[in-house]
């Protein structure tokens, strides 16, 4: 069975830090990964996607993520936060042989001036 | 394509009342999911669709709740009667079979049964 951690229910930086956040996954088989966010009263919004053809995925606003396949990992990284990056972020796996995707925890990010 | 669209917005309803919740998914996506999300949590499953047929309700709380997909345009999501603990964001999203394809969200539905 496919699964994420997401190591931080809260991560909190200064504006124009380094945003680091940690995923885990396991999946029996070759799995695709994704990165969410969710800003305040909205749906999860796609940020990025693995879908094998390259382990570094640059998604938009400037994040990206890196897949570790010795480390099965995929964090999620942004060399400067913005204001405008205070969200919660949602990883997922979804395995490569059926539609069942699995959602981590959840990472609320804050941003401080 | 306007994504995945949901109404309402918002419901406030008292408890012992039906609630249903509506979703239109995006065009020629084959999957239709259910999610609720609570501060206690998180992000639940609930039911999903494939060519809208039921394929794992193992989610749905208890047999208050039922979900129905009368034809690839359209879901709803019923509560019968509604509790205070149902109060909750639901969710519903779409997606295409294939190679990495994600899920698209709609916006959400806030329950509040009082």
């Known amino acids: 069975a496919q699964s994420v951690t997401q190591l931080g229910s809260h991560v909190s930086v200064s504006e124009g830090a380094l945003v680091l956040l940690r995923c885990n996954y396991s999946s029996s088989v070759p799995p695709y990964l994704f990165w969410y966010v969710q800003y305040p009263n909205q749906g999860l919004q796609l940020l990025l996607k693995?879908?094998?053809?390259?382990?570094l995925v640059k998604g938009i606003n400037g994040f990206e993520a890196e897949f570790k396949k010795s480390e099965t990992s995929f964090h999620l990284t942004k060399p400067s936060a913005h204001m405008s990056d205070a969200a919660e972020y949602f990883c997922a796996v979804l395995p490569g042989n059926n539609n069942d995707m699995r959602f981590g925890a959840g990472t609320r990010l804050t941003v401080k001036p | 394509d306007a994504g995945v669209i949901q109404s309402p917005r918002h419901e406030v309803t008292e408890m012992g009342q039906e609630v249903t919740l509506r979703c239109k998914p995006i065009?020629?996506?084959?999957?239709l999911f259910w999610y609720r999300q609570t501060m206690m949590r998180g992000l639940e499953l609930l039911i999903y669709?494939?060519?809208?047929?039921?394929?794992?309700d193992s989610g749905m709380p208890e047999d208050r709740f039922s979900a129905k997909m009368p034809n690839a345009s359209f879901s709803t999501l019923k509560i019968q009667p509604s509790e205070p603990r149902d109060s909750a964001v639901y969710f519903c999203a779409s997606s295409l079979l294939g190679v990495g394809n994600g899920y698209t969200f709609g916006s959400g539905t806030r329950l509040t049964v009082v």
């Open positions: 669709f494939n060519n809208n047929v039921p394929i794992d």
């Open positions: 065009s020629g996506h084959d999957y």
């Open positions: 693995y879908t094998s053809a390259a382990t």
